[in-house]
């Protein structure tokens, strides 16, 4: 039986093995992302090998939670063969350093994506860390409001992941609380399971999608 998502990554040579050597195909993907989401070195270098890493642990993993009932998801099986193969292409060049002066902070005002395991309200730990930079630039760039507005996937019920979405922006806004946010600066909703970032069917486990947008401005 063979399963599609609404959304079609680039098709994957994996569709046309077998059941079980597309198992063990998925699941040594699934573990070299794994590796790679626990390689501290990894999360801190400044390109997006940490991102692919997570986007393929979640994708190998739903598409071998679909081989055990022998149905090949062919949407997970691309992603998650795509997601491994950025994750094992080489590094960009790391840029030089300026010779004379330190790098300028950029203060152009952010709409970033925070994202989240499927049904977690905690962010994932890059999107911490993107939080984390955000806070520290907010005084030095003179942001002092902020929308923060959290997201789910189609995978549950409406009234769920009104609640879910909320609570993720919550946490978020909590983080950023931490950092030095002031708590009145910043606007707080969950919108649930609209505006997705990828249009999926209803029921559909999109990582991209279960997000909190961050946006700041100096007013």
Not at 78 to 106: G, H, I, Q
Not at 122 to 145: D, F, K, V
Request: charged share 20%; net charge negative.
């Amino acid at each position: 039986m063979l399963a599609t998502g609404a959304w079609a990554a680039p098709a994957s040579s994996l569709l046309q093995l077998g059941n079980s050597q597309l198992k063990g195909e998925l699941k040594s993907r699934y573990d070299k992302a794994v590796a790679a989401t626990a390689d501290a070195t990894l999360r801190g270098a400044q390109d997006s090998r940490w991102t692919w890493a997570v986007e393929a642990k979640n994708q190998c993993g739903i598409a071998i939670g679909f081989m055990k009932s022998g149905t090949k998801d062919a949407d997970s099986i691309n992603k998650c063969d795509e997601f491994v193969a950025r994750l094992s292409a080489a590094p960009p060049p790391p840029v030089p350093d300026a010779a004379s002066a330190p790098p300028a902070l950029d203060c152009t005002a952010p709409a970033v994506s925070i994202f989240f395991d499927w049904n977690m309200d905690t962010p994932l730990p890059e999107g911490a860390t993107t939080i984390g930079q955000i806070t520290q630039s907010a005084a030095q760039c003179g942001w002092n409001r902020f929308g923060v507005t959290g997201y789910t996937d189609t995978s549950g019920g409406k009234g769920y992941n009104d609640g879910l979405s909320l609570r993720r922006a919550q946490n978020v806004a909590g983080l950023m609380g931490q950092g030095g946010i002031a708590m009145d600066a910043m606007t707080v909703s969950g919108l649930g399971e609209t505006q997705l970032k990828i249009e999926t069917a209803d029921n559909v486990r999109e990582p991209m999608n279960r997000r909190v947008e961050v946006t700041a401005s100096a007013n």
